[in-house]
Each structure stands twice: as structure tokens, then as C-alpha cells.
């Protein structure tokens, strides 16, 4: 039960078996590589043992809001616009049923001599700056390509994408045996396309001039740099027309007509424009062109906007350029980045862009800067600001927090932008502590000094500044609020100053924290208990058995056999790290922590992940993450402010 204890037997579910095979599907890697990853992960590659210990998943969700329907009677008044609604980002994890968590037994060990490393082995980072010198040690180029294919692209997680990033900017090349045949695709490509469906158009860019030959046979690679500097903004028209010269689909050609229209080359957009009626008569792009080349804009109801239709990400530049507008109804909810392209779109209306900017930023296409922008240009009617706390009672969708923002601009009473500020942060979906939504409230709270008239808001806004990594101000909000809340408000800061400092060793902290956050907790709340208990000891606090025990009741530490994930990828993570393949070991915790990423996932399967990035040397990576995780759970067994 203690720390040195052996590492639990893999769990399943949340990650399903099959799940590289539906991403080596979706992206692009090439129907030979399905047969091969089924047959890699039969194998299990069980090599050794595992790391630590982990605990139990995370209960039920604990609702800890006030009801949302509940609402304050109030005079009647002119009418505010309908709330454009949009499904909450990212969605709730609802694990599926366990199986029986068995590895396969391992295949044997056989030795191939190698050729030549992978000619696609150049990066952006080398050395302590990357992943090491050698990042892609004891992994083969097919295995690797699987792997990067399966990568996820839409997590809310902040850590995540960074680490990601980072992994696919890295030098380095992977083993290739003797006589390998070439792969369906190239890994310089897969790496260009991840960065770009990543959302850093610039990185996938850059790496491209140092892989000059990666895009030249690859379109699918080279489509999603260019949808990628499209929904940016920040397309370079030359560069993307000479990228696609090789490839004869018609997209090329539609984005040929968008850099005359875009450059006021009006004669070019004319020709272009006569090439496209004669080819793609039922495309919504054609008339959306016709408004480029000066007809009338056409109904954008008209316009086909589905998430997967064929260059969205164009139609979506082309429908900004020519000043057409995307009706709230119509937004492509499951394209993220299409979003982000909606929420730039200045003919759309600024709630639908308050909406779509909001659901793009939870997954890291807009920063909270941009956020916020989008936030002021909301309308407010009547005296709406004034309302706003009754308001958010009713809704507490984007419109809501755009008018907080506006509200906290127009205040000048102190006490009053003390209660809008700590509205601001009452409003945050916990999972999006992390990333920009979190950001764009902080930033409402720098407005905010930590004195005792903004006592009650302390430990809230301690939890905001942690959650996002600026560590010096949520100390001197932790502090207040330890100088004058009660036991019961503050005790649950201590595991997440815990992680997210390093700082804290001390058992006695450990005790006293525990005996406040047990104090009457039913099981729900022993659940969370247990997890942060797997977190902490992540990122190497002691956990005593004596802890474990009155934490579970006599149970002990978990199994972690409800954690959720593929038993397979569990066990490789384990084996990559103990065998300290670098590489291997952050793509597979990158896969495993998926789009849903840490503060969404059941503690465990984090805490796993961050036990093994921090065996392989990448501790501050290891304790983000767990504090990303923490943050979305660190809170009191009852609270008004979630």
C-alpha cells in the first residue's frame, strides 16, 4: 500500500482497444498499417515493469453549481437576443464498461539488422531543448508512424499541446530494418499535418522548409498547412500555390480564385472563377466565389457548412472575405478550427463569434487575449450589466461571460469589481481552468487586489492562478486566504499548491489536509480524495499507507482496474519508460491522456502518465500536467462558487 508498492495490473475502457486503428483510419496512414497495428498491439509490447502505483479513478461528476435553472423574479424588460447555444467543450468522459484488463503476452524479441535512419529525422529542436539527442531510440519507423497518426489534436489541455509540439519539432529519426519497404506515407508529412491540424500553422511551416521533399507527394499534408494558415489568417499566397503545384484537385484551383479575389486582382478572380462554374457546378464554394468576383453575397443559409465537407477551412476564409456571415444554427460544431475561423469572421454576429470563439478557445485555437476581444464586442440591452449576476443564474453560456467582462470594464466600485470578478471565475467549467477560457477570467482578477475587502474570493482565485501556472499571484492568494477563511474553505489548496509549486514535503501538511477534506465526505468525495492522493503522489509526495486507508476506508490503494484506457497502451507506457525510450514513452502517454486530456480524465490515468514522463526526465511536463488535473478537482465538498 505504500508508494514502493508494485505497479497496479492495467485497466480498460476510456481508450478502447482499437483506438490507433480508427486514428491510422481517419488520418490518412494507409490501409496496410491496420493489419500491423492490430498485430502490435496483440503483442502488448510488454517489455518490464511498470512505475508506481495508482490510484482509483474519480466517481460520478459532483455537481457543485447552483442550479441553473433557478431564477431571481425580475421586472420585465426590453428582450436581450436568444443565447446562441453550443454544447459545452470538451464533452463529458463517460467511461465504458471494463473489461478484463489482460495484456497479451509479448512477442518475442527478434533482432533485424537496420538500414539507414529515416531521411525525415530533421527538427526544430535538438538536445535538452527537444527530447535528447536520440529521442526515437528502440522504436521502428512502421511503429512510429502509428503512433504519430493517433496523436490527438483537439485536448483543452495547455500541457498537452506544448508537450506535443515538442515531440514533433524534435530532431531525430527512427530505426529503419533492412529492406523495410517504404511507408504509405512519409513520417516528415504525418509530422507537418499533426502541427497543422495541431493548430501551429508557423511550426508546420517551418518544419516544411526543413523538409522540402515531405509535402511534394503528400496533399493531405499539404491541405491541412494551408487550412491551417487559413483559419489563422496568416496565409502567405505564394508559398501555399507553389506547395500545391504537384497535386491536381480542385481545392488548389478554388484556392488559386481566393488569393486574386484577396489581392484585387479582379481579372485573375474572372478566369479562375470561369474554370470553376464549368467544373464544380454543385459546390458551395462557387457561389461564395461569385461574391468574390462581385455578384451578390448569396443567403449563407444556402451554404453547406458541415464539418467535413471538402476545404471548409477555405469556404470559411473565402465567406470572411467576402463579408458574408454564418448564422448561429449553422455553425460546424464538430470543426474546431472552423470555429475559430467563424469567431474571426466580422460579418458574423459578435454573440454567434462570442459563441464559436469560446468553444474554439477551449481547445487552444484562440488565446484568451482574442477571447476577450471577442467578450467587448457582445451587445448588451438595457441594463443588462447591471443584471449580470441574475443572468448568469439563467444562462451561463459565452453571452453571460461577455457581459461579466463588459460589466468589470465599466466598474469603478470596488467592492463591486471584487463580486464581478469572483462572478468571472464562478463561471469557468473547471476542465478549462487551464487554457484560455480560465486565461481570459484571470485576466479579469489581475484587476483585483488580494486585501481583505476580497477575502471570500481568495481561495477561488487562488485556484484560477494555480490552475494556469502563475504561481506568484495565486501564492499571495493563497496567503490571504489562509490569514482569513475558514479551515474548511482553504484546506483543499494545500494538494493543488502541492503540485504546482514542488514544494510541499511536509507529512503533517499531508494530515491536516486529509482530515478536513474527509470530515464528513460521502463517497463521491472520497473518490476525488483518493485521486488526488494518486496525483500528489505522482509527482513524488509520500504517501503513507495510513493515508491510503482512512482515505478508502480500509480499502487500501486501488487496483485502478476502473481507470478506462486500452490495458495495451497502459503496458507499453510502462515498458517504454522503465526501458527509457523517450519518444515512445511521450507519445504514448500523449495517446492515452487523448482529446479529452487531464482535467477531464479519471486521476489515475494521469497520474500514471505523469509518473512515467517523470522517469524518463521530464518532471516539469509531469507535474503540468498533474496540476492541470488537480485544479479541475481541488474544491470544497460543497461550494458556491462552482
Request: hydrophobic share 45%; proline share 10%.
Amino acid at each position: 500500500m505504500s508508494a514502493s508498492r508494485a505497479e497496479p495490473r492495467p485497466s480498460a475502457g476510456n481508450v478502447r482497444p482499437g483506438v490507433l486503428q480508427k486514428h491510422a483510419r481517419s488520418q490518412g496512414a494507409g490501409r496496410a498499417t491496420v493489419p500491423l497495428l492490430a498485430g502490435l498491439l496483440a503483442a502488448g509490447w510488454s517489455m518490464a515493469a511498470g512505475a508506481q502505483a495508482a490510484a482509483q479513478a474519480l466517481g460520478p461528476p459532483v455537481r457543485l453549481t447552483p442550479d441553473a435553472a433557478v431564477e431571481t423574479p425580475v421586472r420585465p424588460r426590453p428582450s436581450a437576443p436568444a443565447p446562441v447555444v453550443v454544447p459545452a467543450y470538451p464533452p463529458a468522459v463517460t467511461p465504458p464498461p471494463a473489461v478484463s484488463p489482460v495484456v497479451a503476452r509479448p512477442a518475442p524479441v527478434v533482432r533485424e539488422p537496420l538500414g539507414a535512419p529515416d531521411p525525415d529525422g530533421a527538427g526544430l529542436f535538438d538536445g535538452l531543448q527537444g527530447l535528447g539527442g536520440d529521442p526515437w531510440r528502440g522504436i521502428g519507423r512502421a511503429e512510429l508512424l502509428l503512433l504519430i497518426a493517433a496523436l490527438p489534436v483537439d485536448t483543452p489541455s495547455p500541457t498537452v499541446k506544448a508537450l506535443e509540439r515538442r515531440l514533433l519539432l524534435s530532431a531525430g529519426s527512427p530505426a529503419v530494418a533492412t529492406g523495410e519497404a517504404p511507408p504509405p506515407r512519409r513520417l516528415g508529412a504525418l509530422r507537418i499535418e499533426k502541427l497543422a491540424r495541431l493548430g501551429d500553422p508557423a511550426g508546420a511551416a517551418e518544419l516544411a522548409g526543413r523538409l522540402p521533399a515531405a509535402l511534394a507527394a503528400d496533399e493531405p499534408a499539404a491541405r491541412a498547412l494551408t487550412d491551417a494558415e487559413l483559419v489563422r489568417g496568416g496565409l502567405d499566397c505564394p508559398h501555399a500555390l507553389a506547395r500545391g503545384k504537384s497535386f491536381a484537385s480542385a481545392y488548389w484551383a478554388k484556392l488559386g480564385l481566393f488569393c486574386r479575389a484577396r489581392a484585387g486582382d479582379r481579372a485573375g478572380t474572372d478566369e479562375a472563377l470561369a474554370v470553376l462554374r464549368d467544373s464544380r457546378r454543385s459546390d458551395p464554394f462557387l457561389p461564395v466565389a461569385e461574391a468574390l468576383a462581385g455578384a451578390a453575397p448569396p443567403p449563407a443559409r444556402s451554404l453547406s457548412l458541415q464539418a467535413d465537407a471538402d476545404g471548409l477551412a477555405l469556404l470559411l476564409a473565402a465567406m470572411r472575405i467576402a463579408r458574408i456571415g454564418v448564422p448561429p444554427d449553422r455553425l460546424p460544431l464538430e470543426s474546431l478550427p472552423a470555429l475559430a475561423a467563424i469567431a474571426t469572421n466580422p460579418a458574423t454576429d459578435p454573440t454567434t463569434r462570442a459563441a464559436a470563439g469560446e468553444r474554439a478557445a477551449a481547445a487552444l485555437f484562440l488565446d484568451a487575449r482574442q477571447l476577450q476581444d471577442l467578450y467587448a464586442q457582445v451587445p448588451a440591452v438595457g441594463d443588462e450589466l447591471l443584471r449580470v449576476r441574475d443572468i448568469a443564474r439563467r444562462d451561463r453560456g459565452a453571452r453571460t461571460r461577455a457581459l461579466v467582462h463588459q460589466a468589470m470594464a465599466a466598474a469603478m466600485d470596488g467592492r463591486r469589481r471584487v463580486a464581478l470578478a469572483a462572478l468571472a471565475v464562478e463561471l469557468v467549467d473547471p476542465r478549462l481552468r487551464a487554457g484560455p477560457v480560465g486565461g481570459a477570467a484571470a485576466g479579469l482578477l489581475d484587476g483585483v487586489s488580494p486585501t481583505g475587502d476580497a477575502a471570500a474570493l481568495s481561495p477561488a482565485a487562488a485556484r484560477l492562478y494555480y490552475a494556469q501556472g502563475r504561481l506568484d499571484q495565486a501564492r499571495r492568494w493563497h496567503d490571504l486566504a489562509l490569514r482569513s477563511g475558514r479551515s474548511a474553505d482553504t484546506a483543499w489548496l494545500w494538494p493543488l499548491a502541492a503540485v504546482a509549486t514542488g514544494q510541499s514535503r511536509d507529512p503533517a501538511a499531508l494530515t491536516a489536509w486529509l482530515d478536513e477534506a474527509l470530515r464528513g465526505a460521502d463517497t463521491p468525495a472520497r473518490n476525488r480524495v483518493a485521486g488526488q492522493l494518486a496525483l500528489l503522489q505522482a509527482t513524488g509526495v509520500a504517501i503513507p499507507d495510513e493515508a491510503w486507508m482512512t482515505a478508502t476506508d480500509g480499502a487500501g490503494p486501488p487496483s485502478g482496474s476502473e481507470a478506462g484506457v486500452d490495458p495495451a497502451l497502459w503496458q507499453r507506457l510502462g515498458d517504454a519508460a522503465a526501458g527509457g525510450r523517450i519518444g515512445e514513452t511521450v507519445a504514448v502517454a500523449l495517446i492515452l491522456l487523448g482529446e479529452a486530456g487531464p482535467a477531464t480524465l479519471p486521476p489515475v490515468v494521469t497520474a500514471r502518465v505523469a509518473a512515467n514522463l517523470k522517469a524518463v526526465g521530464l518532471e516539469p511536463d509531469a507535474r503540468a500536467l498533474v496540476r492541470e488535473a488537480m485544479a479541475a478537482i481541488a474544491g470544497p465538498a460543497t461550494s458556491t462558487t462552482e
